[in-house]
């Protein structure tokens, strides 16, 4: 398997613009989440789906931020109007439910900067 | 304070052993995980280790658990300049599988 997919890699985007982060998670996984990691706030959470249904979206800092799962192999982590404190590395992981218990398989992440 | 805690930053010269602690405040956590950063890449789960157990070995690794104390520790035996990398400590809160991760502590491996 070619792993958690995440596109693009880098994506560098001027404040106000609206930028779509995209994730393809490993097949048969029935979870998914994205993570946003900061020097200043480490590894948070923002959002999971379970089953293509958003379980959790506590973690989602504003409005500005959205998240969607039309089906089992894509999500997309949207920010509209975007922001420089967004800048960070985007995470998106997925998880079968089974096996060691509630392994998370990480993509390789998307790094975006604001200016 | 935070949900799960542990050092920013560990140097230590290659072939030594390296240790990474972390503490965590759920006392019902029930899986504690240690997950690996590579440098550009993604978190890998490295190990883990259930609540009812206080202590699991693999190969270089050592995982301690004081459950009393909620405390964490990962023991990586001769440490290599390719195990530098940032290692997250997890736990998951009681009644909810999803884990909460630590901020990492940069292994550091100097020759």
């Known amino acids: 398997d070619a792993g958690v997919i995440q596109s693009p890699r880098h994506e560098v985007t001027e404040m106000g613009q609206e930028v779509t982060l995209r994730c393809k998670p490993i097949?048969?996984?029935?979870?998914l989440f994205w993570y946003r990691q900061t020097m200043m706030r480490g590894l948070e959470l923002l959002i999971y789906f379970n089953n293509n249904v958003p379980i959790d979206d506590s973690g989602m800092p504003e409005d500005r931020f959205s998240a969607k799962m039309p089906n089992a192999s894509f999500s997309t982590l949207k920010i509209q109007p975007s922001e420089p404190r967004d800048s960070a590395v985007y995470f998106c992981?997925?998880?079968?439910?089974?096996?060691?218990?509630?392994?998370?398989?990480f993509g390789p992440g998307t790094r975006l900067t604001v200016t | 304070g935070e949900d799960v805690e542990q050092s920013l930053f560990l140097s230590v010269r290659e072939g030594d052993s390296s240790v990474i602690n972390c503490t965590y405040t759920d006392s019902s956590s029930t899986y504690l995980y240690w997950y690996k950063q590579e440098p550009g890449a993604g978190l890998q789960l490295l190990t883990y280790?259930?609540?009812?157990?206080d202590m699991k070995q693999d190969q270089r690794l050592t995982v301690l658990l004081n459950k009393k104390d909620k405390h964490l520790s990962l023991r990586i035996a001769d440490t290599q300049t390719g195990d530098s990398a940032i290692y997250f400590c997890?736990?998951?809160?009681?009644?909810?599988?999803?884990?909460?991760f630590g901020r990492g502590t940069s292994l550091i491996v100097h020759p």
């Open positions: 097949s048969g996984h029935n979870s």
């Open positions: 997890a736990a998951n809160k009681g009644g909810s599988y999803i884990p909460t």
């Open positions: 992981a997925s998880s079968p439910g089974q096996g060691i218990p509630y392994e998370q398989y």
């Open positions: 280790i259930f609540s009812n157990m």
